[in-house]
């Protein structure tokens, strides 16, 4: 697998896996449903160089390339092509969605083995089709947990608002296909590990090479701040699941070493997570 300029990051882990990271695109959300119940005295300063007049922060649409002897994992697939004008400019969508950026990246989306989606919101699972309807990874295999796609699909009013019900009711049946139940092992060496928290089937993905562990751990880690398992985003629908999981993951993290890719950090997404007395601290690699 042979990368551009247009990846963002990428890794030899061993053992013939290789992984890159691609950005497609950016968009905003409101600061203060990312910090949730965070004051913003706390989070105000740590944000002031990306917060727009309407505040709003500046979000990166990161997915992870993963090349194993066994075939080819895509995570993540971002808001995609299928938004309105309209949705477009509410979310300040701006940039190349998946296939292109893929195709720059000098990876061909025909590819694909898997597609593995941390959980199914509209901005990791939005671009499984192309502006036409036509399946954006013709030969893959679609995996979200089981009860992801149950949830995601559930006629409550919150649920409702959180996912594009209609554009997943589109991709059910191919997702359903290749839904997962708990912790699976996709090819060899790449695992989806059931979390909740965010989502009630939200998972993350983990990649073991010999001697190198890489996590893409989807919006349990979305931004640098996220290292401390405490400040969580209002966009949590089980909080305090989340701030368990986050703090028994990322103390397993830390202790072996892990690199962990963050799911919306624009300029420094790779690194690791280093205890920080009673929490942890996001120390970037790159």
Same mark, same amino acid.
């Given at each position: 697998?042979?990368?551009n ?6 890794a030899?882990?061993g053992?013939g ?6 950005q ?6 409101d600061?203060?449903?990312l910090f ?7 989070w105000?300063?740590?944000?002031a160089?990306?917060?727009?007049v309407?505040?709003r922060?500046l ?11 066994a075939?080819r994992?895509l995570?993540?697939?971002?808001i995609g ?7 477009? @400019? +509410?979310? !300040?969508?701006l940039g190349q969605?998946i296939v292109p950026? &893929? #195709?720059?990246?000098?990876?061909d989306?025909?590819?694909v083995d898997?597609?593995?989606?941390s ?6 699972a939005g671009?499984?089709?192309r ?10 295999r679609?995996?979200?947990q089981r ?9 409550n009013?919150r ?13 059910? @049946? +191919?997702? !359903?296909?290749?839904?997962?139940d708990g912790?699976?092992? &996709? #090819? ?14 939200h998972?993350?993905i983990v990649?073991?090479?010999?001697g ?7 919006d349990?880690a ?30 397993r993290?830390?202790?072996?070493? +892990? ?7 624009r300029?420094?997404?790779v ?16």
């Amino acid at each position: 697998m042979a990368f551009n300029d247009a990846v963002h990051w990428s890794a030899d882990l061993g053992a013939g896996v290789r992984v890159a990271l691609v950005q497609a695109g950016t968009f905003r959300s409101d600061a203060g449903a990312l910090f949730g119940p965070v004051p913003r005295v706390l989070w105000g300063k740590l944000v002031a160089d990306e917060i727009d007049v309407d505040g709003r922060l500046l979000q990166a649409l990161n997915c992870l390339l993963i090349q194993t002897p066994a075939g080819r994992v895509l995570v993540e697939t971002g808001i995609g092509e299928r938004l309105d004008e309209r949705g477009r @400019a +509410w979310r !300040d969508l701006l940039g190349q969605p998946i296939v292109p950026t &893929l #195709l720059r990246a000098g990876f061909d989306p025909a590819s694909v083995d898997i597609v593995a989606m941390s959980h199914l919101h509209y901005d990791h699972a939005g671009g499984l089709l192309r502006a036409d309807g036509t399946r954006a990874f013709p030969r893959a295999r679609i995996v979200a947990q089981r009860v992801e796609w149950k949830i995601a699909l559930d006629p409550n009013p919150r649920i409702v608002v959180s996912y594009d019900q209609p554009e997943l009711r589109l991709v059910h @049946a +191919w997702g !359903d296909a290749g839904a997962a139940d708990g912790e699976v092992e &996709l #090819l060899p060496g790449v695992w989806v590990v059931p979390t909740g928290g965010h989502t009630a089937g939200h998972q993350a993905i983990v990649v073991r090479a010999p001697g190198r562990t890489l996590a893409f751990l989807g919006d349990i880690a979305m931004r640098r701040w996220s290292a401390n398992p405490r400040w969580i985003p209002a966009f949590d629908d089980f909080p305090l699941d989340s701030v368990a999981q986050k703090a028994t993951l990322f103390t397993r993290a830390a202790e072996e070493h +892990w690199t962990v890719v963050l799911s919306h950090e624009r300029e420094r997404p790779v690194g690791r997570l280093v205890p920080d007395r009673d929490r942890f601290a996001w120390e970037p690699l790159v």
